[in-house]
Antibody
Framework: QVQLQQSGPRLVKPSQTLSLTCAISGDSVSRNTAAWNWIRQSPSRGLEWLGRTYYRSKWYNDYAVSVKSRITINADTSKNQVSLDLNFVTPEDAAVYYC????????WGQGTLVTVSS | DIVMTQSPDSLAVSLGERATINCKSSQNILSSDKQCLTWFQQKPGQPPKLLIYWASTRESGVPDRFSGSGSGTDFTLTISSLQAEDVAVYYCQQHYSTPLTFGGGTKVEIK
């Protein structure tokens, strides 16, 4: 059974970087049919897919245009986890952030409520 | 981007009655003879839970009162006999192309 455990700070100052990690158990981050996504949810934006990483002989990334200039998703094979960095955050980036596996988004991490405030 | 439009925004159904949720994609989401459409259930304080994938395949452990149907651009999630534990928000989502996109959600309540 694949499980995803998220960690990271819940309070980020405006203009700083939001950084979250998603530890994977029961699967390999580099399995060549897997994909690892980051999604956020807020009352104003609903569920918004941010991007994903996957390994097919090399690492690939897809990002949403809305955050493409500010986002980085990386895989750490030594820790079997994926990370999200979102730079230059504003209050509009406040949301519950989720990691999710697969192309059809299953399973999901528990979610991290991130507040953007000084 | 593919826009996913759900209707209604909310519905109230009596226990044991049928609930029907609609989802329309702005373009065809068929790939390799499979509809790239997923249904999720979300309860307060929890992440979305996968119910149905490939538009009509029930995830393991999901009660058979949940069913999905549809093709082309029109899809439906049906709860055949609403139970109290089905109170939740339901979302459709396409994974045909990036960005992956979600419907706005349908809140199901007990009448």
């Amino acid at each position: 059974q694949v499980q995803l455990q998220q960690s990271g700070p819940r309070l980020v100052k405006p203009s700083q970087t939001l950084s979250l990690t998603c530890a994977i158990s029961g699967d390999s981050v580099s399995r060549n049919t897997a994909a690892w996504n980051w999604i956020r949810q807020s009352p104003s934006r609903g569920l918004e897919w941010l991007g994903r990483t996957y390994y097919r002989s090399k690492w690939y990334n897809d990002y949403a245009v809305s955050v493409k200039s500010r986002i980085t998703i990386n895989a750490d094979t030594s820790k079997n986890q994926v990370s999200l960095d979102l730079n230059f955050v504003t209050p509009e980036d406040a949301a519950v952030y989720y990691c999710a596996g697969g192309f059809a988004l299953d399973p999901w991490g528990q979610g991290t409520l991130v507040t953007v405030s000084s | 981007d593919i826009v996913m439009t759900q209707s209604p925004d909310s519905l109230a159904v009596s226990l044991g009655e049928r609930a029907t949720i609609n989802c329309k994609s702005s373009q065809n989401i068929l790939s390799s003879d499979k509809q790239c459409l997923t249904w999720f259930q979300q309860k307060p304080g929890q992440p979305p839970k996968l119910l149905i994938y490939w538009a009509s395949t029930r995830e393991s452990g999901v009660p058979d009162r949940f069913s999905g149907s549809g093709s082309g651009t029109d899809f439906t999630l049906t709860i055949s006999s609403l139970q109290a534990e089905d109170v939740a928000v339901y979302y459709c989502q396409q994974h045909y192309s990036t960005p992956l996109t979600f419907g706005g959600g349908t809140k199901v309540e007990i009448k």
